[in-house]
């Protein structure tokens, strides 16, 4: 029995390293997933995909509509091996199933005996719908708030009148239609005008495609009229927004607990260039309104989300995945009219329930006064801001040192000029110096060191030229926008 112990604790060490492998895929597989470019190319290849069904429908048995039909099987497989992913890497999987229905349908035409579905990929419009909506933030200010809104409707009435027009054809054949083209200004027509524009239909499939047809043009036309309120529009706009990644399926993400009038100042930063491109910031408040000063330039709105709740609550921060969340910021709440102490005490009890929900989650919490430092310390917090202290002390430095103002304006923002940043010593750099490390950062990279950190919180500021370099050192440095890692 002694003799298989090693054996059993190999096949652990082994099952271990093997499950690890896997979620670091399934990881790498998700970021792909959802990388702007992967987001951008499946955009382009979906309406590719529709244009060759158009016109493979309206073409006579050839071998031109031979090849169309392979690049349109290529084009269907590649959406099925993206479902297959995508459900591979789903936490839950009926979700997926009630999310991405539609596209699992418009894959079928690769099964033969169901050519017949071929107009289901059509419907695959809606989802270059949903990626275009959420690569919108590009556009000014006055095309955001309409949007996604007339996105909708735009898709809505082309799936409408591609996919009745592609039934018709079927339906009806040339004995109705000279041609496809003329099935598609049929249903166009029709559409618009809310009644039949031209034959009528003889077959009963053909009958039922053109009361569909009818009825869906009455309500994309009542729709239409319902989006001049204000209400209705942003209500679709959150749902076409919702459907793509829902709250509980963000990773790495930063949580922003309460709101003050320093919130905008800080989603922007949040939001720098020089930080990830990817990552998505997610804000909590008590208000069913988003915030009135949620800023709208300078921020990427296709990652930011807004949650209604009271943060501290343990279903409401499990809801906005603070267990896969990066980092937190508790903010001092001023939502809701309440006392100085009772901000701090609801920023001391979110700190506590999210350090224990998430004990490796980077937190940094504001307070009005340092009497709960020690016990934010003590549950674990990583940073601690005192906004009126730190105030106090930019001014009595400003009074005292000239020009200090335009200093700080640069140094303590990550949008423009230099900033501050906080970098890992590489292993290569383990016993050499700290006069060392002042050259090789301000010659190759511009840079100046500021401080150096050896965990967990040993910080020297200014280390003295002499002093060796340690593993798991980290930096402060002071650099500009094109500052690379050390190698």
């Given at each position: 029995?002694?003799?298989?112990?090693?054996?059993?604790e190999q096949l652990a060490t082994a099952t271990l390293t093997a499950m690890t492998r896997l979620d670091d895929i399934r990881g790498q597989a998700d970021r792909f997933l959802h990388h702007w470019?992967?987001?951008?190319?499946?955009?382009?290849?979906?309406?590719?995909?529709?244009?060759?069904?158009?016109?493979?429908?309206?073409?006579?048995?050839?071998?031109?509509?031979?090849?169309?039909?392979?690049?349109?099987?290529?084009?269907?497989?590649?959406?099925?091996?993206?479902?297959?992913?995508?459900?591979?890497?789903?936490?839950?999987?009926?979700?997926?199933?009630?999310?991405?229905?539609?596209?699992?349908?418009?894959?079928?035409?690769?099964?033969?005996?169901?050519?017949?579905?071929?107009?289901?990929?059509?419907?695959?419009?809606?989802?270059?719908?949903?990626?275009?909506?959420?690569?919108?933030?590009?556009?000014?200010?006055?095309?955001?708030?309409?949007?996604?809104?007339?996105?909708?409707?735009?898709?809505?009435?082309?799936?409408?009148?591609?996919s009745t027009s592609m039934m018709l054809f079927y339906a009806e054949g040339r004995s109705i239609f000279a041609s496809y083209e003329d099935a598609i200004w049929y249903s166009a027509f029709s559409?618009?005008?809310?009644?039949?524009?031209?034959?009528?239909?003889?077959?009963?499939?053909?009958?039922?495609?053109?009361?569909?047809?009818?009825?869906?043009?009455?309500?994309?036309?009542?729709?239409?009229?319902?989006?001049?309120?204000?209400?209705?529009?942003?209500?679709?706009?959150?749902?076409?927004?919702?459907?793509?990644?829902?709250?509980?399926?963000?990773?790495?993400?930063?949580?922003?607990?309460?709101?003050?009038?320093?919130?905008?100042?800080?989603?922007?930063?949040?939001?720098?260039?020089?930080?990830?491109?990817?990552?998505?910031?997610?804000?909590?408040?008590?208000?069913?309104?988003?915030?009135?000063?949620?800023?709208?330039?300078?921020?990427?709105?296709?990652?930011?989300y807004y949650h209604h709740g009271d943060y501290t609550r343990v279903d409401v921060i499990e809801h906005v995945g603070i267990r896969q969340a990066s980092a937190v910021i508790l903010l001092t709440?001023?939502?809701?009219?309440?006392?100085?102490?009772?901000?701090?005490?609801?920023?001391?009890?979110?700190?506590?329930?999210?350090?224990?929900?998430?004990?490796?989650?980077?937190?940094?919490?504001?307070?009005?006064?340092?009497?709960?430092?020690?016990?934010?310390?003590?549950?674990?917090?990583?940073?601690?801001?005192?906004?009126?202290?730190?105030?106090?002390?930019?001014?009595?430095?400003?009074?005292?040192?000239?020009?200090?103002?335009?200093?700080?304006?640069?140094?303590?923002?990550?949008?423009?000029?230099?900033?501050?940043?906080?970098?890992?010593?590489?292993?290569?750099?383990?016993?050499?110096?700290?006069?060392?490390?002042?050259?090789?950062?301000?010659?190759?990279?511009?840079?100046?060191?500021?401080?150096?950190?050896?965990?967990?919180?040993?910080?020297?500021?200014?280390?003295?030229?002499?002093?060796?370099?340690?593993?798991?050192?980290?930096?402060?440095?002071?650099?500009?926008?094109?500052?690379?890692?050390?190698?």
């Open positions: 029995m002694a003799s298989d112990e090693p054996i059993r470019s992967t987001e951008v190319a499946l955009l382009v290849l979906i309406v590719i995909s529709v244009v060759l069904t158009v016109v493979e429908v309206g073409l006579p048995p050839t071998l031109t509509r031979q090849v169309l039909e392979g690049i349109n099987d290529g084009l269907t497989a590649t959406f099925a091996v993206e479902l297959v992913l995508r459900f591979w890497i789903a936490p839950k999987k009926r979700r997926f199933f009630t999310r991405y229905w539609i596209d699992i349908l418009a894959v079928l035409p690769l099964i033969r005996p169901l050519r017949i579905f071929r107009v289901l990929r059509v419907f695959r419009l809606y989802r270059a719908g949903v990626l275009a909506s959420r690569r919108m933030s590009g556009f000014n200010t006055a095309v955001r708030g309409t949007g996604s809104e007339l996105l909708a409707l735009a898709l809505g009435s082309l799936v409408l009148m591609l559409l618009v005008a809310g009644e039949p524009i031209g034959p009528t239909p003889i077959t009963p499939l053909g009958r039922w495609t053109t009361l569909f047809l009818i009825v869906g043009g009455l309500g994309l036309f009542g729709v239409f009229v319902g989006t001049v309120s204000a209400g209705v529009a942003q209500r679709l706009s959150r749902n076409l927004e919702a459907h793509e990644l829902d709250l509980d399926e963000l990773a790495g993400h930063v949580v922003v607990c309460g709101w003050n009038k320093s919130a905008p100042t800080v989603l922007r930063e949040l939001f720098a260039p020089n930080t990830p491109p990817g990552r998505a910031v997610v804000v909590v408040t008590e208000s069913e309104q988003a915030p009135e000063d949620l800023p709208v330039e300078g921020v990427r709105r296709e990652h930011l709440d001023e939502v809701v009219p309440r006392s100085p102490q009772d901000r701090d005490a609801r920023t001391v009890l979110a700190a506590l329930t999210i350090e224990r929900m998430a004990p490796h989650i980077y937190t940094v919490a504001e307070l009005y006064s340092r009497q709960n430092e020690e016990l934010l310390r003590m549950a674990g917090v990583e940073e601690i801001v005192v906004g009126d202290w730190y105030a106090g002390m930019i001014l009595g430095s400003v009074a005292a040192n000239r020009g200090l103002v335009t200093v700080l304006d640069e140094i303590l923002t990550a949008a423009h000029g230099n900033t501050f940043r906080t970098v890992e010593l590489p292993p290569a750099w383990v016993g050499r110096t700290v006069a060392e490390l002042h050259n090789e950062l301000f010659v190759q990279h511009r840079a100046v060191l500021i401080s150096v950190e050896n965990p967990p919180r040993n910080v020297v500021v200014n280390p003295e030229p002499e002093r060796q370099m340690q593993s798991g050192d980290r930096l402060v440095v002071l650099c500009g926008s094109d500052f690379r890692a050390l190698s």
